[in-house]
DNA sequence: GATGAATGAGCCTTCATTCAT
DNA sequence: GATGAATGAAGGCTCATTCAT
């Protein structure tokens, strides 16, 4: 990619910031580049430009590349994860209104962006062999595959759906990320709406007396 | 083309190797770096070391590492291709044995191995910032999907189940996309079988009047 | 001025610390880090750090890292002359006498200690390649040289030795940088006292009239 | 020292070259450029500019900077050995001739080149802090010590000499050694054959009744 | 066709130096 | 005076590519 496409320098603010507002900056950016230049071209001096920084920055405060790339995925673990829990506080204790909370969160415009699709995609395209990331590549969140695991038995018991709880929530689980790869893979790619809705359209089908076609919590 | 149909792995041998035999040994080495190292950290030194031949053979017969990759991919997606039409010819007319053999295909055992799932996965990784790759990769196969949704359309007329199939079409190709990134993602994966189980089962939710519990086909 | 009049090892204490206590704590500094990790590796960063003191402040008090070392190799040598002038000014008037004064005074305590000679081996060793360095490391001290030839010549004359006084005086010399060198390169370093030891028996091997053979004066 | 300063790259010979050459061409170019640039300041470029080779050759073959150092003091170790056991071969039985041919070995002209002293001052001067360094830097080759000493000890028995004769032998060693540090760092150097002469004036206050005062061999 | 030494551009990293606070 | 974040030049190292054999 030759240089007059890249951004100008972004404005990097006084020169002198809280340590915090410095890392946050350069992660953000980071996270721009992955998604433009891809995990294998992504260099530090495009990382710095896109922030406005200078290049010695983000090795003084991330002493590598390889930890500003963990630090990055790091970050977008831990915020994947407060949209969930915090989508899941809001729902109430119906197991169905929880499922349709966690479907819809994964879809939520603050964390299904182009940018921050294609970011973990290049984490995951690394992940097979570097256990670091592997570790903290979305679905071995735990704690995300237990909570999905306990909802789905639930509302299968609640429901009268027969069944083996786990595997069915791993459907559903596959099926929201398969939908991420997706958006990502496609040449023509269908927007978040649809993506949702592909979603939710899965969840009619395995539980068609609490969703609607539309995916719609029934009642 | 089942590898099983494949040449057996060139070894280093005569001098003169056919062009293509030579061609073919650089291809399964490279399938194998990366996903012994990933897109980034591969280069043509491992390479052509896993093949046993001299560094300079790669450039040689590809030009150029970016050429050498793509080819790759192409071989690969060519593989995967000749995998479901293949299958697709041997399941007759019914729709449902149809679906059937086209989501078992995907994790036939010479497509389905740990390399060639790491290999692709270096690839969607890297797509989204290479056009070339993007066209190619997976879930691109614009026959494929049309096909797919054939199947589809036609098993839920036959069967009577509602929805928009084009939709439901996509659910079935997320979860087997979702289920190959989750084999390489998980710190603990689950085999091969259990994968197929888990697409099978999605097949048996949608269309519980064909597929059983298992995923075995109904009558 | 042996360090034993030297005002204690400041303290990194109250913020205004007269002009030449921070000069001279920086120094210092500079002595232990040159000495724990050589000329080459040494930085501006491993320095303060040793000093207790921030990155700025070397440069704030010497304005480059160059002025920094050349004024730490003056004091150095400033630290040597004082050490011989002072040890010669209390030896008397008889030639013997003041030689033996000149020897012991390489191996006193405050001169001869493990942090100062690998100081001064780090300078050594770019000496060849800095003109500033070379007008000031050690033999090169045109005073001293002057004085130990008249000495010797005085010694020689006095005691009826044949010989070249400049060559004898250079063999002294010699033998007192070699034995300094000797301490740093030995992976089993012998001792302060052995090493004066040594030296002193070469001034009995060459004087034997005056020195005994364990470097004792003679009447 | 600005590029202009610097000499003419070197004829590097035809294309392809056996290995050892290479790396002796290397090897050689890097004591040249201690020489002229001193431990801290050289650079790869500087020395693959002095070979007229390109940069990345150095490190094609000896894979990083530190090893091409290391290689280079292993090969003035071993050059240094192997002109000192020559010239003992060639000396005969007498301990005195042997002790003669010990002395005057280190001042050949092959050894003793304004170059190899100044590269062997650059290893000295980083010896403190590098282990590696320090093992070979040239008082610990045991073989020599062991050896000098053995001939001091039948010289001394021989000539009815009084003395330790491990002091005396130090005593020896440090002179050489102090010698050619002398010829380093003095502003203005005294050459070989000065240097060599105050050696054996040293030899000849030592063992006068074997060596005359020009340090010659007596009967 | 095949080899592997040789090249050189590009990258990460270090670190002396600057400067706003 | 003092601090330490910020800068940017320079160096070591990697590696795709070339090419003489």
Same mark, same amino acid.
């Not at 995951?124 to 999905?148: F, H, M």
């Not at 929201?176 to 893979?185: F, H, N």
């Given at each position: ?13 006084p020169r002198?910031?809280? +340590?915090?507002?410095?890392?946050? $900056? ?17 260099? %530090? ?7 406005g #920084?200078? $290049? ?11 930890r500003?790339?963990?630090?990055? %995925? ?5 915020? /994947? ?9 809001a ?6 209104a @929880? #499922?349709?909370? #966690? ?5 939520? &415009?603050?964390?299904?962006?182009p940018? +921050? ?13 570097? &256990?670091? /990331? $592997?570790?903290?590549c ?9 909570? #999905? ?11 009268? /759906?027969?069944g083996? &709880? @786990?595997?069915?929530a791993?459907? %559903? ?13 496609m040449?023509?790619? /269908?927007?978040r709406?649809?993506?949702?809705a ?19 919590l029934?009642?």
């Amino acid at each position: 990619m030759p240089p007059d496409d890249l951004p100008p320098p972004a404005e990097a603010g006084p020169r002198k910031q809280p +340590r915090d507002t410095r890392r946050l $900056q350069l992660i953000e950016a980071t996270i721009r580049t992955l998604a433009r230049s891809g995990f294998a071209r992504m260099t %530090l001096a495009e990382v710095t430009r896109a922030a406005g #920084l200078s $290049q010695g920055l983000a090795n003084f405060h991330f002493a590598s590349k390889e930890r500003l790339l963990t630090e990055t %995925l790091l970050f977008l673990a831990e915020e /994947y994860r407060l949209n969930w829990t915090g989508a899941l506080a809001a729902a109430g204790s119906a197991p169905a209104a @929880q #499922l349709e909370a #966690l479907l819809r969160a994964d879809f939520h &415009p603050a964390i299904c962006t182009p940018e +921050r699709l294609a970011a973990w995609c290049s984490f995951w395209g690394e992940a097979q062999s570097r &256990p670091i /990331y $592997q570790e903290r590549c979305g679905a071995n969140d735990d704690t995300y595959i237990a909570t #999905l695991e306990g909802i789905v038995s639930r509302l299968m018991a609640e429901g009268g /759906y027969a069944g083996n &709880p @786990q595997r069915v929530a791993r459907v %559903l689980r596959n099926s929201v990320e398969g939908t991420w790869l997706d958006m990502m893979t496609m040449t023509a790619p /269908y927007g978040r709406e649809e993506a949702q809705a592909t979603v939710l359209t899965c969840a009619s089908l395995i539980f068609p007396r609490h969703f609607g076609p539309e995916g719609r919590l029934v009642a």
